[in-house]
């Protein structure tokens, strides 16, 4: 296993339309989290599952974002009717069971919405 | 609301000299888990150093070193011996229930 993935690298849309991300996780890893980064700024946390559990979803993610982990595997995550305001590195993230962890991030989809 | 800050957007520091990058954060939390995560151009994120917070001893892993002060909230992270490779944007982050939450970031420039 070389680390957690991400794909699609890169994601141009039009404002509207729906995009969907995947993130590959470690595979021995229970947690995989989502982070939103903006350009200057530090990731800020979406949502973590552990296992097929979503646990927490943060008050930045409207009703347009919806994330799965089917299976306790791979995540996607989806966003509906995109903004220009959804402009912004996605970092995908996966650790062991306990907050001690070290969380393992992906090199990120970047999306820009025209 | 749990903050984590770093007050220093930029710094830079010549090859082989020592720089420390400062971070306060904000908790109402015992027990908690503090990092320092390096993100170069381009590239992801990676640990550099963990501090726990019920151990007073401070962290170290080879040239990176932190100063953990617990009653001040402050988490400082020290690279001695500075190379060229430690250009990167570096996050200080405090574990929250499992999340990270991320201060805004020390983009750091090492010179020849």
């Known amino acids: 296993d070389t680390g957690v993935s991400q794909n699609p690298r890169h994601k141009i849309t039009k404002r509207g339309q729906n995009v969907t991300f995947r993130c590959d996780p470690i595979s021995e890893h229970n947690r995989l989290y989502w982070y939103r980064q903006t350009l200057g700024q530090g990731p800020e946390f979406l949502t973590y599952?552990?296992?097929?559990?979503?646990?927490?979803k943060s008050r930045l993610l409207s009703d347009r974002f919806s994330a799965e982990r089917p299976k306790g595997s791979f995540s996607t995550l989806e966003i509906q009717r995109t903004e220009q305001g959804d402009s912004a590195m996605y970092l995908c993230?996966?650790?062991?069971?306990?907050?001690?962890?070290?969380?393992?991030f992906g090199p990120g989809t970047r999306l820009t919405v025209l | 609301a749990q903050t984590v800050t770093q007050s220093q957007p930029e710094m830079s520091v010549q090859e082989a000299e020592t720089v420390t990058l400062s971070c306060t954060y904000d908790t109402s939390e015992n027990n908690y888990y503090l990092f320092w995560y390096k993100q170069p151009p381009s590239r992801q994120m990676i640990l550099v150093i963990r501090?726990?917070?019920?151990?007073?001893q401070n962290a170290t892993e080879n040239r990176f070193s932190v100063n953990f002060q617990k009653a001040a909230k402050s988490f400082s992270l020290k690279i001695s011996d500075s190379q060229l490779g430690d250009t990167a944007m570096y996050f200080c982050?405090?574990?929250?229930?499992?999340?990270?939450?991320f201060g805004q970031g020390t983009e750091l420039s090492v010179k020849p």
């Open positions: 501090q726990e917070a019920y151990k007073q």
């Open positions: 993230a996966s650790s062991f069971l306990t907050n001690r962890d070290e969380q393992f």
């Open positions: 982050a405090y574990n929250q229930g499992g999340k990270l939450i």
């Open positions: 599952f552990q296992n097929e559990a979503q646990l927490e």
